[in-house]
Structure formats: C-alpha cells, structure tokens
C-alpha cells in the first residue's frame, strides 16, 4: 500500500502504544510596522488589493532593496523574549523557489545566519505543569503575496477555474520561529503544540510587535509530525500541515496527522515528506506539495543588502525594553485578585484577561469587570461571531456601567440594556441614559409604594405570607413591582418596601 492511497485512522491509544510522536513547531509572525521590510510601501491589513506595491516589492529591474531597521529592532526582541543568543554579525540570503504570490520568484530571507539562534519558551500545561520547548532559530524574513483561487468549491487551487494575486502582503515583514525537535510528549503532544503556539502569541503580543490575528494570518503556524516506533533511535519522515490558523486547529492537526501516519505506517505504506493543508471543516489534512530539501532552495547570499550586525549596546538596550513576561503577570495579577487557576484560565481561554485588567484599570471593581466580560459581553461575542476583543465596546465604557450601577442609576437587568446601546453605536453610557431616561432607575419612593401597594392588593394571599413571617414570599411581589415598572425599580429597595408595608 502507498501513501497517495487513503489510510483508516488508527485509534489514538494504538498510535502511542506503538509509536513516539515527533515534532516541529514554525511560526511565521507579520510584524505591525508601518512599511514593508525592504521598501517603504504601508503594511495595513485590507487595502484594496495592489494598492500597497512599488518596483521595490515588485522585484522590477534595478530596484534596490534597504533593511526596515524597526523590523531588526522586533526580531531582536522577540529572540530576547524567547532567550535566545543574538547573532553579532549575519547576512540575508536569497532563496528560490517559483511560486506565483512572490513576485521576484525568490523570498530574501536568512539561512545560515538568522539574527536569533538556541533559545527556549516554558509553556504551562492545562494540569499547571511547565513544558520547556527548544528554540533552534528566529529569522528575518519577508512575506509572499495572496492568491485567490475562483471558481472551485472550496477555495483552493484544485478544481479552480482561475487565480488571482495580490501582492499588498510581498515584502511584509515577517520573524519565523522554528523549534528544536519537540521529543518525548507522548500523548500529550497535541496538547504541548497548542500551548507552544499560545504562549508564544501572549508573548508576542506582550512584546507589541505583531497583533497575532491568526485568522488574519499574521500568525501562522506550520506543524511538522512524525512518528517512530518506541525504542527506536531515528526520527521517521514528517510532514508539515501549513498555516494552521487557530490554536485549537493545531492540537487538532497535530492528532490527526499522528493518526493518519500510524495507519499508514502499519498498513506497510510509507509517509511521504510533504506538504499538506489543514480543513477546519472537518479538521483532517490533505495532500499539498513534496516537500523541498535546503538544497532545492538554492540559497545563497544576499548581494544587495548590507550584513545586519548589531553591536552589544544596542542589543542591551533592547534588552531592557522587554515588558513583564505574560505568564508572570498572570501570576501576580491572580494573586491580587485572588482567584483560583481555573478562573484564570476562562478568563485567558476567553481572550478577556487584558479586557478585564484594562476595565479594573478605568475603575471598575475586578469581580464586576470579570462579570461583565465573561458573561454577557462574551454571550454578545459569540452571538456575533466575532472576538470579545472586536466587540463596539470599550473597558471604559464597561466600567461606566459598573460605575452607575454602583451609584444606584441602573440595575443590573437595564444595564444590560444600556450596554446594548452602547454596542449599536449610541454612544457612552451617560449619553444613553440622556436620550433613554426611561432606563434610569426608578428611585421615588413614591412612586415604587404605589406599584408596592397594587401588587399586594392583587396578591392578598402573598401579602398574608409576608406578614406571618414568610419573608421569602416577597419575591413574588418584587417581580411583579420590576415588571410594572419595566425592570426600572432597585429590587432591594422594593423588598424593603414590600416588607414595611406587610409589618
């Protein structure tokens, strides 16, 4: 039997009674800087296509490359960040390949000199245990273009009837992380890939060079998989599963693959060295390309582009601009807040930590900013389809809320109603409750003692409950009183109330 014929899955638990997963994590990370890495040409995300192109990324005759010195200034940082050595003295190189999105059919990128080399990232399991993975390189790169292949169903080149490119992403600037060989996971393998991949985007993100949107593709992850069998000493042929673009469709891939080669393995067929594409829909791989060597690349030096060789001070000054490290400011803040690992945990899962901080930090109490994020807020996310951090609504107007909740103007059900406002556009909360002063919350007294007085008489067996001591029988006639007045009355007032007049 041969690769190229459909192989069944073989059961996870088979797959590591007779095989040691191995892998290889290559993360491509965009830079945000605001031009390109050898060109000055803007880098935002959705312009119109080909509007963000010069003869510089073009690859026309006799345009010269320079070095986005920012760009080598992030790269510095995040080899720092991820403990590496910094390379005093490197070289770019030219590596070539046809491929229609790179428009000079060669990427300028770094082979034997990478600016960051020989580092390591601890990443936290999801028991609290620390997995330390090797760094073997972080290089200096540009991207390639986009293409977009019309006419087939599911949007790849196979079965389309066209293709067309864009070229606004050639020449973006671009770091690749690529791990040592990952060894002796077992069955968590899938596990320490999806948390790789995590800490490394909370570390970028803390280090501010990149916005990591995944589903934007300014970070992707290539997964390299092998397998060989237990007790043996050479690694087995691998495959990469290319730009995977979220973090549980890396845990996902990894599994798969290690499936899927298993079965393939002891069927008596062998694994191919390729290239092969993620399907979200129903998270298996498909065949992409064979998978180059180094050689076929024909790398060779870079003539147009001077050595990057930055000296010593300037690397340690760099040095001293690397923010707290994310999960260390975890820590800290878990403990000031004093809240367990597992709401921790929600609330990094949720994508609501930096929301929450940001909410506490506009003077909203933690328990009430963590409430709002990961209750309703992410109800309205999900409802949307978008990520909590998308939403139309700021930590400073979440903690406005909080804040005329606090003060007695809403309650916590028409706060909700506020804040729906708020998400269509309407304004800050204080505007709202300008143009909305139905919303605020009823406090004449009066006024509730007449709602008071028309429940109780509509109740008169509820009302003989009350004043034979059932005090918990008054939770009939809040309710009705919060429905007369459409949600507008403070409850615990109305209780009081309700209990003086039934006294």
Not at 74 to 93: D, E, K, M, Q, Y
Not at 474 to 486: E, H, L, P, Q, S
Not at 492 to 500: G, H, T
Request: glycine content about 8%.
């Amino acid at each position: 039997m041969t690769a190229s014929v459909s192989a069944d899955l073989l059961a996870y638990d088979d797959v590591l009674a007779k095989f040691e997963p191995v892998m290889g994590m290559e993360v491509h990370v965009e830079l945000h800087t605001a031009t390109k890495m050898f060109c000055g040409c803007p880098t935002g995300f959705g312009a119109e296509p080909n509007t963000q192109v010069c003869p510089v990324c073009l690859g026309l005759p006799g345009a010269l490359p320079v070095v986005n010195q920012a760009a080598v200034e992030s790269a510095i940082r995040i080899g720092l960040a991820l403990n590496c050595s910094i390379t005093p003295w490197g070289r770019f190189a030219r590596k070539n390949y046809f491929y229609p999105d790179q428009p000079k059919n060669y990427q300028i990128s770094q082979y034997d000199e990478p600016i960051a080399t020989d580092g390591y990232l601890d990443v936290v399991l999801d028991d609290g245990s620390t997995w330390r993975v090797d760094i073997e390189r972080a290089h200096m790169e540009e991207d390639t273009g986009k293409s977009l292949h019309v006419g087939g169903a599911t949007g790849r080149i196979h079965g389309a009837s066209h293709s067309l490119l864009d070229y606004n992403r050639a020449g973006v600037p671009l770091v690749e992380i690529v791990t040592k060989p990952i060894v002796g996971a077992g069955e968590r393998a899938p596990e320490v890939a999806r948390a790789y991949v995590t800490a490394l985007r909370d570390l970028l993100r803390a280090l501010d060079v990149s916005d990591v949107r995944m589903d934007q593709g300014s970070m992707r992850c290539d997964a390299n998989i092998s397998l060989m069998p237990i007790g043996a000493k050479e690694f087995g042929t691998r495959t990469e599963t290319k730009n995977v673009n979220s973090l549980k469709s890396v845990e996902v891939a990894v599994r798969y693959e290690m499936r899927r080669q298993a079965a393939v393995l002891l069927s008596g067929g062998e694994v191919i060295q390729e290239t092969r594409h993620f399907q979200e829909a129903d998270g298996t791989t498909s065949p992409g390309r064979r998978k180059e060597t180094a050689e076929d690349y024909r790398y060779f030096p870079e003539p147009d582009l001077e050595p990057v060789a930055p000296d010593a001070a300037w690397i340690e000054e760099l040095r001293g601009t690397l923010p707290e490290l994310p999960w260390l400011r975890r820590a800290r803040i878990q403990a000031d807040w004093g809240v367990s690992d597992e709401v921790m945990r929600d609330l990094v899962n949720a994508g609501a930590l930096d929301l929450v901080i940001a909410t506490t930090e506009a003077g909203a109490p933690a328990d009430a900013a963590r409430s709002w994020w990961v209750s309703y807020l992410t109800q309205q996310a999900n409802t949307r389809g978008v990520e909590l951090a998308d939403l139309p609504i700021t930590p400073a107007q979440v903690a406005q809320v909080v804040a005329l909740i606090d003060s007695g103007k809403l309650n916590n059900k028409v706060a909700r109603q506020v804040v729906d406002h708020v998400l269509a556009g309407e304004g800050d909360p204080e505007d709202i409750l300008v143009a909305h002063p139905e919303l605020v919350v009823v406090r004449d007294d009066s006024k509730l003692q007449a709602a008071v007085d028309e429940a109780l008489a509509a109740n008169p067996d509820i009302a003989e409950k009350i004043r034979s001591g059932k005090v918990q029988a008054a939770g009939k006639i809040v309710g009705d009183v919060m429905k007369a007045t459409r949600g507008q009355a403070d409850p615990a007032r109305v209780k009081e109330l309700v209990i003086a007049a039934c006294s």
